[in-house]
């Protein structure tokens, strides 16, 4: 089968290679040409799986160049993919300005789901997943890295970063210093591979842990914080008062109390207290 010419986006296994799936495999075997962030790492997963399609490389400093002649080889009626590294392209990676020169020159872009670091440790963090910010990498300067989590500090989301195993340190020092030395991190390293492990705690108890092995100073690194979470004079957080105020409308307060005490990990008593001085 002729795939219809389009840039196919294709995300590729973040560790394990039992990730690939079959549709990512027939997509790079059946286009003309695969731009590649690195020809040589992309290379050794193309051979993996017995693909010998065309590569060309396409990175941080060639794309904006290399953008019109991959338009062109569409134009001759060629179709194209793009793969990173590992995992979903564009996300932390190359092909944003691809993407858009083609979309502007009218061709279709067709993506595929697969592998994203960011999503696969969300999705075991035990943080909340509902809302989530993904921030990429926090800037590898002290100055900028602080202010860039100070402009965060009162995100209510939770937020996601990807890190480098020889700054991992350096960014816990930053969060447990602005956002606090309690806020509730998870560090998910090396995510699908045989390494893979998980830390939880307060940012101080997670940086600790990290400086006292070294193995936690390795490999790839998905860095997610709790969200800012505001709390009234009683230490009542708000999104609890706003969950009490809902349930009260249905439910007698003291039902309704239990109940957002249940959702939020608080005191019943002290949630009861504080909707009868809030007059609920």
Known sequence: MTLPVALYIVPTPIGNLQDMSPRAVE????????????????????????????????????????????????????????????????????????????????????????PCAAITALSASGLPSDRFSFEGFLPSKEKARLDKLT????????????ESPHRIAYSLEAIAKVLGEDRQIVMAREVTKTFETFLTGGAAEVLERVKADDNQQKGEIVLMCHGFIATDEEGIPAVAMETLKLLSEELPLKKAAAIAAQIHGLKKNALYKAGLEAGL
């Open 27 to 114: 997509v790079l075997e059946q286009v003309a040409l695969i731009a590649c962030e690195d020809t040589r790492h992309s290379g050794k997963l193309l051979k993996h799986f017995g693909i010998s399609t065309r590569t060309t490389a396409l990175h941080d400093h060639n794309e904006r160049a290399r953008a019109q002649w991959i338009v062109e080889q569409l134009a001759s009626g060629h179709a194209v993919a793009l793969i990173s590294d590992a995992g979903t392209p564009l996300i932390s990676d190359p092909g944003y300005h691809l993407v858009t020169h083609v979309r502007a020159e009218g061709y279709n872009v067709v993506p595929l789901p697969g």
């Open 151 to 162: 402009e965060l500090k009162e995100d209510p989301h939770t937020l996601i970063f990807y």
